[in-house]
């Protein structure tokens, strides 16, 4: 069992780092909030948390990472369906 827990651990902690990254690129401007892979890395983020959360049960961390997952992809959906001069994949 402590082998799962450890791969799930990882996946719980890249997650978090997706997630400070997506922050910290949106914070230098590197990213704007809609640019596709912003949110990207915010979902594959999210992802990583919630595997980790509700493998371990937390409750709370798994409701709130699915929450930011479904946020990320109603913008991935919405930025996709704008007009194409509108799109900004960055």
Known sequence: MSELFDIYSLL???GVIFIILGYVL???KRLKKNYV????????????IFISAFV???WP???L???FA???????????GTKTEYKEFR
Request: aromatic share 14%; no cysteine.
């Open 12 to 14: 719980g902690w890249i």
């Open 26 to 28: 949106l914070s230098n």
């Open 37 to 48: 892979l912003y949110h990207l890395i915010n979902l594959f983020g999210a992802a990583g």
């Open 56 to 58: 371990t049960k937390s």
């Open 61 to 63: 961390a798994a409701t």
């Open 65 to 67: 990472s699915l929450i």
């Open 70 to 80: 479904g946020i990320s992809i109603f913008y991935i959906v919405k930025i996709l």
